[in-house]
């Protein structure tokens, strides 16, 4: 039996915007994604409600498939197809994942593998697709006894990512992979992965599921990516602008400047079409009260980061709007193998 967790991630700042090559900074976050794998003739899923098997063969002709709807759709520049096909069954995901893991790794032998995640499913914003695929690249390798380096997992996770989310930038599985607090920009002929290392723990922010979302990141992002240049660039540019300001006024400490940033990024999230009413809702009354609250990843629903100086008074608002904060350290250590 091997046991590995990795943590759920969530984007300070540079969502969306990170897809077009600008920087993003991303926390890793105290509520993790555990898998206890063993030996089995196929691979089965269990989660506690639900058990899901399918042959080996099933799951490698899947990934194959999804494979050819990926370069179709990168060639077109439309992945609505292989979102459908995805979409189509809920245990689409986790049979891709399995495939994928199998090719990349030349595995042939099954596995069962119990799931016990700490990050609500379907919620959104929090990576639950990364911190599946890193979690289960490492655990099939250490079930195979293959000793891969967190830039190999991190490379086997990004192949799920684009299956899931079609162009993804990468981000997600960096931050749920390496941990920490990571500075990410999209770039070639590889991503730029930096420990941004600011020398204190984040301290007074919450999370807050604001509802779950109804479109998935890949079709958030395609939204996106449909919006007219001359209206999504200016947007997505002043979000890496204010991306390196967050770098620097987090080095300096100056929570000031990181909270109008959050609200900055809040705003151009909301005119790029990637907000609800309940996450304006929520932004606007941390707002009134000092802070600072903006969605988180993909948007269209999902969880959000609060910050407030007084801690206290940041909960109490979003309680008394019918939203539960969650309290949680951010920046913890990426995948491992638990004992
Ligand atoms: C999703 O968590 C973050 C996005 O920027 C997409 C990506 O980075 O691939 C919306």
Partial sequence: ?????????????????????EPAIIASV?????????????????????TEEFGIGDVLSFADNADLLWKSGFEKNDFSGLFELMKSEKSNFKKMAAGKVLKALKIKSGAEIRIESDIPAGVGGMGSSAVFAVSLTKAIAGLNSKKLSLDEINRVAYEIEKIQHGNPSGGDNAACCYGGLVWFKRSSPSN????????????????????????????????????????????????????????????????????????????????????????????????????????????????????????????GTIKKLGFEPIETALGVEGVRTDR
């Fill in 1 to 21: 039996m091997v046991t590995v967790s990795a943590p759920g991630k969530i984007h300070l700042i540079g969502e969306h915007a990170v897809v077009y090559g």
């Fill in 30 to 50: 105290g509520l993790r994604c555990r898998l206890l794998v063993q030996n089995s003739g196929s691979i089965i899923f269990r989660d506690g409600k639900s």
């Fill in 192 to 315: 730029i992965i930096e420990p941004l290392n600011i020398g204190y723990e984040l301290e007074n922010f919450v999370i807050v599921n604001s509802g779950s979302r109804e479109r998935t990141t890949g079709e958030l992002v395609q939204h996106v990516r449909k919006l007219g240049e001359s209206y999504r660039n200016p947007r997505i540019k002043a979000l890496g602008v204010a991306t390196s300001e967050m770098r620097d006024a987090l080095r300096k400490h100056d929570f000031g400047t990181v909270k109008e940033l959050i609200n900055l990024a809040q705003r151009n999230l909301a005119e790029l079409g990637v907000s609800t009413g309940n996450i304006d809702k929520i932004a606007k009354s941390v707002r009134d009260i000092g802070g600072a609250a903006k969605l988180c990843g993909a948007g269209g629903g999902g969880f959000m980061l609060c910050y407030c100086e007084d801690k206290k008074k940041l909960t």
